[in-house]
């Protein structure tokens, strides 16, 4: 601890006093101790790098990153390249008086470079490279670097000029001041280090000419200029630099032609020169500098033809000659180059047909756009060999003039990734083979006059990224395989002539970002499932001719009115036309499809794509919750309204005690049928409607129990809608028809009573309670068993399909119309009865008959859909829910209102679905049936009519249910 203390002051002084208190400091303190523990005080070590450097230790020999000279136990290398440390360079490092090698290269030192290098008179090395130290390098830095043989101070902040010191690093082999803020002219100086092999001094702000001199570097293997402000041309003198092996000038603002001092610059294997203002031709002798392997011309401006001698360069790997003004043709020499890799030619004027020799060289990249070159390619591949086919990587021809089609050897060339033949005159179709070319990344056949269809086998391109077909003549449908290009971020048809639909495999691609399928003559509506495309940027599809309505949700909600713009039958906020409903399309489900046995349903519903898909449903369904909401509270009124005058109705009725009292008057001219042919009803006609036996209402009237002569007890039903009634006829023809109806679970239609200001129905009677009582009214706590439950939705089901199939649609069902006879079998009251009223008038149905909110189908908010028996199939799957949770369809709580489907949904997409049981059904829920029959009722509530199943359907669904491993065997 006292030590520890010691040390702290200690350090705390070296600092304050800098180098001469640490000169004077007790010698027999190892120096390099005290330096690298001095040196370790600046800078923070967040991982414990240097957690080996104890100042307790005779030598640092042993220390990570430090090393020895084995005779004078001297540190000779002190080498932390990548410890992470940040912090200052210490005054430490002065002590280190036998140091060669300093490498502090890749952490994040920061600061300003204060030391004073010359100190240390063995150093050789000194690599800072990559870490944040900023500000100018002192003007004394460099002098006494007699040693200095390399340094990098790369990728650094330094600014300022380079001192003129350097000329004393006279043994300098490598500097590398490369990536930095170093600013002025670059001074003559520099020619004198004579030693120097490796110059780089990229990437920086040097400005002026390249000072004369060069000339004097004669083992000057590479200088590297690259990226600076360097203006004027390349001093002559660089010839004499006999071993320069790499020259990289690019990216500054040199101009004039070559020095042809450099055809003696028979080693060199790189030159770039691109991105200067370099003029002239490219001279003869170029072919002299026979080891060149890359060069590099682009961006300049060249000018005249190619000279015949580039042919000698067969070591040249890379051409580059692209964006200056050569033109004529190529020389045929060029097939000389037969190493060549990399052929770059575009933006320039070069005429001529494609020269067929460039199939022949093997090359992997071949860019030959925007020239003026002719002809069809057929010919040129003519030349190709098996094995160049398969090395070329990429073709670009675009921009040019060719004519003709695209050969169909095209296929041939199985290891393209990039084929551009765009803006030619091309004709004819896309061959098929194109499916051939596993590997393509991008396919751009714009702007040509290809026609035909877009052929189905571009599916087999599975890695393609983008497809560009744009401005061609392209008819037919859009191949659904297109689903199969999963890698696909582009996708542009447009200006072609492209009919049918967008295919719903589009919305499979989910890379997708762009697509434009603008001016086609595409027809139907957009998948909805396009909704689920994640990265779309861009999705344009005007000036064709889709209707109905655009996908909800994501992107499409902000999509800018010029992507969907000319298509008159295209609704939606963005073109500014309100769909006739919206109606968002949560889940599909079909039973007798072929991939979905139908063993597998019920754990089929439990499938994470379908979960997606409810999610997807409550976020764009919003609206419709909406919608239906302020339908609720509409209904609400009117429910109030109507219940005031129901009872104004009950008290005209008990005037009509009329009626049974003197039974001469209306009944007189009244008709009573019974469909069974036993009118036996003349005892009790004054009992008919004794108020005391009154079993109920209902949003049709009031329902009585009156017990015939021989014993047997029936419903009466009195009409409370008289008004809205129809015609005698009309009224016995529809009543005959749901007397035909006759199922276990349906309660049966008897007959009927008729005058033209009482209507009665005369119906089974059936002891027991409804389910609505048995689910929502205390019953002693004796509550229906899964078993009871499930009898009475798999029974309720089968009486709705029975209906269905006559073309009966209920319209009314909910749990209080659900009658559960003695031995628990339900049956179904209070069926078809709107067919009685003169109009299927929805406004009607939904206000008096549907009038227990949340059985109702969305469709009944919207005028234009038409109301099928679907809307039976909605209520039934909120009846199913009803039934498994226990819960009313709509729970009004103090200040919310839960709507059970969307409950049960949120429930199931959250994965806490058996949350959602009834917890006081008795016995067990056995999850396995009780799950898939809530899932069905979540598919029968979807909100898309065509998408729930039908009630056929919905019985095979719960049949196979109910014995799920039954089926399962069977199915094997
Ligand atoms: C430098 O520090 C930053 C954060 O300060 C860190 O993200 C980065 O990885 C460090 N670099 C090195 C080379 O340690
Ligand atoms: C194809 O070439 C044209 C013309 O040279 C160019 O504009 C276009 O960007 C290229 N296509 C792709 C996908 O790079
Ligand atoms: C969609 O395409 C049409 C026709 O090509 C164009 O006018 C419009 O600007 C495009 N819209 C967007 C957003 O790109």
Same mark, same amino acid.
């Given at each position: ?37 001095? =040196?370790? !005080?600046?800078?923070?070590?967040? *991982?414990?790098?240097? !957690? ?52 502090? @290269? ?128 390349? /001093? ?96 045929? #020499? ?33 860019? =030959? ?5 002719? &002809? ?17 990587? $990429? ?15 095209i &296929?041939?060339?199985?290891?393209l990734q990039i084929l551009n033949l765009s ?7 896309i061959?098929?083979?194109i499916? %051939?070319l596993?590997?393509l990344d991008i396919l751009d056949l714009s ?11 571009i599916?087999?391109v599975?890695?393609l990224d983008k497809l560009i077909l ?15 290009c999963?890698?696909l971020?582009y ?33 139907? +509506? ?39 713009? &000319?298509? /008159?039958?295209?609704?939606? $906020? ?33 499938? %994470? ?12 369904? @919003? ?23 129901? #009872?104004? !109705? @009950? ?31 003349? +005892? ?17 009237? $009031? ?11 029936? @419903? ?15 009224? %016995? ?9 006759? *199922? ?59 209906? *269905? ?55 009944? $908010? ?6 099928? %028996? ?55 829920? /056995? ?18 009519? #065509? ?16 014995? /799920? ?8």
């Amino acid at each position: 601890m006292r030590r520890l203390l010691l040390f702290g002051g200690l350090v705390f002084i070296l600092v304050i006093l800098g180098p001469i208190f640490v000169n004077g400091l007790n010698p027999s303190l190892n120096d390099d101790v005290l330096g690298l523990i001095v =040196f370790k !005080a600046d800078v923070q070590d967040p *991982h414990g790098k240097l !957690a080996s450097w104890n100042e307790e230790d005779d030598s640092p020999c042993n220390w990570d990153g430090v090393k020895c000279n084995p005779r004078s136990n001297r540190v000779s290398e002190l080498v932390l390249d990548g410890f992470s440390l940040s912090g200052k360079l210490g005054r430490g490092l002065l002590q280190l008086k036998f140091l060669r090698r300093l490498s502090l @290269a890749k952490n994040n030192l920061t600061g300003s470079l204060s030391l004073n290098l010359s100190q240390l008179s063995n150093l050789r090395t000194v690599d800072l490279s990559e870490n944040g130290l900023s500000g100018p390098i002192p003007i004394d830095f460099f002098q006494q670097c007699g040693s200095l043989r390399s340094l990098s101070l790369a990728k650094n902040k330094f600014s300022g000029q380079i001192p003129t010191s350097l000329s004393s690093c006279s043994m300098l082999a490598t500097m590398n001041i490369s990536s930095n803020q170093f600013s002025g002219q670059l001074p003559a100086e520099i020619w004198s280090l004579y030693g120097l092999r490796s110059l780089d001094l990229s990437d920086n702000f040097l400005e002026g000419e390249i000072p004369m001199g060069i000339e004097g570097l004669s083992a000057l293997r590479a200088i590297n200029l690259h990226k600076n402000k360097f203006v004027g041309e390349i /001093p002559d003198g660089i010839g004499g630099c006999m071993l320069l092996r790499s020259i990289d000038l690019s990216e500054n603002s040199l101009s004039g032609g070559l020095p042809s001092s450099m055809q003696k610059l028979s080693f060199c294997n790189d030159l770039s020169l691109q991105s200067n203002a370099f003029t002239g031709n490219i001279p003869d002798w170029i072919g002299e500098i026979r080891s060149l392997e890359a060069l590099d011309l682009s961006d300049n401006t060249f000018s005249g033809q190619l000279p015949t001698s580039i042919g000698q360069l067969r070591s040249l790997k890379l051409l580059n000659i692209s964006t200056n003004s050569f033109l004529g043709v190529l020389p045929e #020499s060029m097939n000389g180059c037969v190493n060549l890799l990399v052929l770059d030619i575009s933006h320039n004027s070069f005429s001529g047909n494609i020269p067929s020799w460039v199939f022949r060289l093997g090359l992997q990249q071949l860019i =030959f756009s925007e020239n003026r070159l002719v &002809g069809s390619m057929e010919n040129a591949f003519a030349a190709s060999t098996e094995n160049s086919r398969q090395k070329l990587v $990429a073709l670009d021809i675009s921009h040019n003039t060719l004519s003709g089609e695209i050969p169909s050897a095209i &296929g041939y060339f199985s290891s393209l990734q990039i084929l551009n033949l765009s803006k030619n005159s091309l004709v004819a179709g896309i061959p098929s083979n194109i499916g %051939e070319l596993k590997l393509l990344d991008i396919l751009d056949l714009s702007e040509n006059q290809l026609n035909g269809s877009i052929p189905s086998e571009i599916g087999g391109v599975a890695s393609l990224d983008k497809l560009i077909l744009e401005k061609n003549f392209l008819t037919g449908d859009i191949p659904t395989s297109i689903g199969d290009c999963s890698m696909l971020t582009y996708l542009s048809l447009s200006q072609n002539d492209l009919t049918g639909p967008v295919p719903e495999a589009i919305a499979k691609l989910t890379y997708l970002q762009y697509v434009d399928l603008s001016s086609n003559k595409l027809t139907g +509506t957009l998948p909805r499932e396009l909704a689920n495309l994640g990265r779309l940027l861009s999705f344009n599809i005007s000036h064709n001719q889709l209707q109905g309505e655009l996908p909800a949700g994501a992107f499409f909600n902000t999509i800018s009115p010029s992507s969907v713009s &000319g298509n /008159p039958a295209l609704c939606g $906020a963005p073109v500014n036309r309100t769909c006739p409903i919206v109606l968002p399309k949560p889940i599909v489900l079909n039973p007798n499809s072929s991939d979905s046995a139908p063993g597998s349903i019920p754990t089929n519903f439990g499938h %994470e794509k379908k979960i997606l898909s409810i999610s997807a449903l409550i976020a764009i369904g @919003a609206a419709v919750v909406i919608v239906v909401g302020v339908i609720a509270i509409t209904v609400l009124n009117l429910r109030v309204r109507s219940s005031a005058s129901r #009872s104004a !109705a @009950a008290l005209t009725f008990s005037g009509a005690d009329d009626f049974s009292h003197s039974p001469s008057t209306d009944a007189n001219s009244g008709k009573l049928v019974i469909f069974s042919g036993d009118p036996d009803f003349s +005892t009790g006609t004054h009992a008919l409607l004794n108020k005391d036996c009154e079993l109920g209402r209902g949003g049709f009237g $009031a329902v009585y129990r009156t017990v015939l002569k021989d014993g047997r007890s029936v @419903a009466i039903k009195k009409l409370t809608v008289s008004s809205l009634v129809k015609s005698q006829d009309d009224f %016995e023809r529809e009543v005959k028809k749901l007397g035909e109806a006759r *199922h276990s679970n349906l309660v049966t239609l008897e007959g009927y009573y008729w005058t033209s200001s009482l209507q009665l129905l005369i119906y089974e009677f059936v002891s027991g309670g409804n389910l609505y009582k048995l689910l929502h009214e205390e019953s002693g706590g004796n509550y229906l068993s899964w078993n009871e439950r499930f009898n009475i939705i798999l029974g309720t089901a089968k009486s709705l399909a029975c209906l *269905h199939q006559m073309n009966i649609i209920h319209y009314n069902l909910k749990s209080s119309n659900i009658l559960i006879d003695g031995s628990g079998e339900p049956k179904l009251a209070d069926y078809g009865l709107a067919r009685l009223l003169p109009m299927l008038d929805r406004y009607v149905l939904s206000s008096k008959i549907q009038s227990a909110l949340g059985y109702m189908a969305p469709e009944f $908010a919207c005028k234009t859909v038409k109301i099928t %028996e679907k809307c039976d199939v909605y209520g039934f799957g909120v009846l199913i829910l009803e039934i498994v949770t226990g819960k009313r369809p709509v729970e009004y709580m103090e200040d919310d209102v839960v709507v059970l489907c969307d409950m049960v949904r949120g429930a199931l997409e959250e994965g806490r679905v058996e949350e959602c049981l009834d917890g006081r059904v008795q016995g067990k829920f /056995p999850a396995e049936e009780a799950i898939p029959v809530m899932k069905l009722g979540l598919i029968c509530t979807s909100r898309v009519p #065509s998408n729930r199943p039908d009630m056929a359907e919905v019985v095979n669904i719960l049949e196979l249910i109910r014995c /799920p491993s039954g089926s399962q065997d069977e199915l094997g």
